[in-house]
Each structure stands twice: as structure tokens, then as C-alpha cells.
DNA sequence: TCGCATTGTAACTGGTATTGTTACAATAAA
DNA sequence: TTTATTGTAACAATACCAGTTACAATGCGA
């Protein structure tokens, strides 16, 4: 989402290189092209090697934070993990699994609901000035 | 989630050693004793050394896996965490997490109610039986 | 075409967390 | 007092993440 801001707020036609956004964040500039990489591969930013560095490929108001979180946070789309060899001669180490499944999903689609109502864009109008 | 089905579906006044969960979560028994002392910590269950092992403190039905979720889930409460230390001279770096604050609480928010929402008795109710 | 700023990525370190294991003192029921 | 069980320490193995260094590959601009 740092990267994300810095860049929503950048002129259009602008290009944002690794140093300066790694500057803002206060990390190494590998750390940002890491994370660059996977925010390319879902799409949402466009990176050239040469000159300049990396640009938004949406507007910032059609980028929600459930893109972002998708991009870079979710381990095989599931929030939650489970233990993976329960006892299958166990009635309840047999079924728990499947039992659990709905009531998670269920909670997984209500924080990404939350995180798809709000947009890089009014996370960046945010930024900028102090609170309060 | 395991222990709590276990216990729940485990006859009143009987109860249950960390080896026999650890039978059915196909695990070794220190595994179950340190969720224990977690579940013990949030009143969940207690917990006696010398015969018998653990049972349940309240009714599987008076206990949501919000409940569960905070004894053993959650890290200072908080389910997304942030880089530490953006750099202050910076207008983003500077309040680029005050301006996710509310966003990722309400997400939060958003999950936790539909954990609230189902109990343990609810999941015990799912396994035992073969699905469809 | 050449130079050069920049990316992409590999390799490594250090720190932290998790699972599983062994071992054993402390506990308390019978 | 005996005995089953917990609570916990210590340790190994594994995994993951942030950060760092290094360098080849890229492609823009002169």
C-alpha cells in the first residue's frame, strides 16, 4: 500500500524509480522491486527497466485494497490454514476439516468485502496532511 | 478447534489426556498441552494434572470461535501488522498508516463478527458424519 | 550504436517463529 | 505412596522474512 500511495500521488506521466520509493518506506530498494514484481504480475503497475521505474496501469480510484491484498498477501487465496494429516480412523480428526470450511470462508469474504469498499485513491487523499 | 470438538463431543464429567487428542489430531501430546495453556488462559477449559486431563469450562454452544480466535489466533490483536518505521520526512512515509488505520479495523471488524457468529457446538454438530 | 541508469534475480545473513521431540519435575487423584 | 498426567524447559529441524551485496539484462536517450 506504501508503494501503492507514493505512486496514486506521483504527477501522471511520471515515473517513481526502487531508491526513492525504498526512501519513503525506509528499506532496501531490492525489497522494493520484490514486492514491485508481484504488484506486476497482478497487473497493477507497469515497470521499465531503463529509465524512470515503475507507473499505476489503473487509476488509483480503480485499484481496492482487496486487489492489493491479493497481489501480495494471501498464501494460496486462504486466510486461515489448517493442520494438514489429522487421524482419518478419528470420526472428529476425519470431518473437522469439512466442518470448518464454510464458517471460514464465510469470515475470509467479509474482511475482503471491507478491503474491495476502499480504493488506493482514498487511502492517498488520506496521507499527506496531519491528523486531527 | 480440534481440542474444543473433541472435548464437546466427549460425555459430561468425562475427560480427556493430551495423548488421546493427540491421537486424534495426529500430533505429539506437548503440542496439545501448549493450545491448552491457551485455551486454559481464556477460561475455556481447565485443565487437571493428575487424572483425567481437560474438559470443557462452559457449554460448546457458549463458545464462538471469536473466542477460540483470540486465545490461540491473534498477535496484540491486531490481524494485520505494518512495517515498522517509514521514513518521517517523508508526507506519506509520515501518514500512510494512520490512513489504513480505520480501513484495515473495519476488515478486521468485518471478520471477527462472522467468528462470533458460530460455535463450538456448531462444528461439533457438522463432524462425526461423512458429508453429502 | 553506445553508455548508463535501472530493473530482475540470485545468493547469503540474521532474526524470528513453528512443529515436533525428549526429558523431567510438579501435581494431585486413588 | 503410587501413578498417571500436566507444565515446561531444552533442543533440532524447518521455514519464512527483511535486509544486503552483487551482477547480468534491459532498453532509453544521446
Redesign the interface.
Known amino acids: ?2 508503494v501503492l ?2 505512486l496514486a ?1 506521483t504527477p501522471p506521466g511520471e515515473l517513481l524509480t526502487s531508491d526513492r520509493m525504498a ?5 532496501n530498494p531490492v525489497i522494493i522491486r520484490r514486492i514491485l514484481g508481484q504488484l506486476k504480475k497482478a497487473g497493477l503497475v507497469e515497470v521499465r527497466a531503463a529509465a524512470g521505474g515503475t507507473y499505476l496501469r489503473r487509476a488509483p480510484a480503480a485499484i481496492s ?1 482487496l486487489d492489493v491484498y491479493r497481489a501480495v498477501e494471501v498464501v494460496d487465496n486462504r ?1 486461515f490454514s489448517m ?1 494438514d ?3 482419518p480412523k ?4 476425519r ?2 476439516q ?3 470450511e464454510d ?1 471460514l470462508t ?3 469474504t ?2 475482503e ?3 474491495a469498499a ?1 480504493s488506493v485513491a482514498q ?2 487523499a ?6 486531527g
Open positions: 500500500m506504501h500511495t507514493l500521488v526512501g519513503s518506506v525506509n528499506t485494497l486466510l493442520h494429516k489429522p487421524n478419528c470420526p472428529v480428526g470431518t473437522i469439512a466442518a470448518l464458517t464465510r469470515a475470509q467479509a474482511l468485502q471491507q478491503l476502499v487511502v492517498a488520506g496521507t499527506g496532511e496531519l491528523v
